[in-house]
């Protein structure tokens, strides 16, 4: 029980200011979904990539919105790492910009938390054409 609520609290981060009335803190995984959704507004993105366990817990009907994301916390800043999955055709560093920029600013200005770095790896290419 205890090992629960440690790791409990290594997967949130206290949010403090001054003239606070309590506490307010967020879990690692809300932070990946910030990023995720985020990412995927960006035209050009497919879709988040996972690794072979996620890929068969989404086939399976589970739906994980944080697949493709790592998060790391330092003490003042946060690092993101995403997978993504490119639309064939699309510019893949003006696409990676453009996400980059648009993670940072969801993060920092939905949680108050500092982006250090947004990492990406293109995991591959979506080849179907829209309908």
Same mark, same amino acid.
């Given at each position: 029980?205890?090992?629960?609520?440690?790791? =409990? @609290?290594?997967?949130?981060?206290?949010?403090?200011? =001054?003239?606070?009335?309590g506490?307010?803190?967020?879990?690692?995984?809300? #932070?990946? @979904?910030?990023?995720?959704?985020?990412?995927?507004?960006?035209?050009? #993105?497919?879709?988040?990539?996972?690794?072979?366990?996620?890929?068969?817990?989404?086939?399976?009907?589970?739906?994980?919105?944080?697949?493709?994301?790592?998060?790391?916390?330092?003490?003042?800043?946060?690092? #993101?790492?995403?997978?993504?999955?490119?639309k064939?055709?699309? =510019? @893949?560093?003006? #696409?990676?910009?453009?996400?980059q920029?648009?993670?940072?600013?969801?993060?920092?200005?939905?949680?108050?938390?500092?982006?250090?770095?947004?990492?990406?790896?293109?995991?591959?290419?979506?080849?179907?054409?829209?309908?």
């Amino acid at each position: 029980m205890a090992k629960a609520k440690e790791q =409990n @609290i290594r997967s949130t981060h206290r949010i403090y200011e =001054n003239g606070e009335v309590g506490e307010v803190q967020i879990a690692d995984e809300v #932070v990946a @979904i910030i990023a995720g959704l985020a990412a995927t507004e960006v035209d050009g #993105v497919a879709a988040m990539a996972g690794n072979i366990t996620n890929e068969l817990v989404g086939k399976l009907g589970m739906k994980n919105l944080s697949k493709g994301i790592r998060i790391e916390v330092l003490e003042d800043a946060v690092s #993101v790492d995403l997978s993504l999955t490119m639309k064939y055709g699309y =510019n @893949i560093p003006a #696409v990676s910009a453009k996400v980059q920029e648009k993670v940072k600013t969801a993060i920092e200005t939905m949680t108050g938390l500092t982006v250090s770095d947004v990492n990406i790896r293109i995991a591959g290419v979506n080849l179907e054409k829209s309908k």
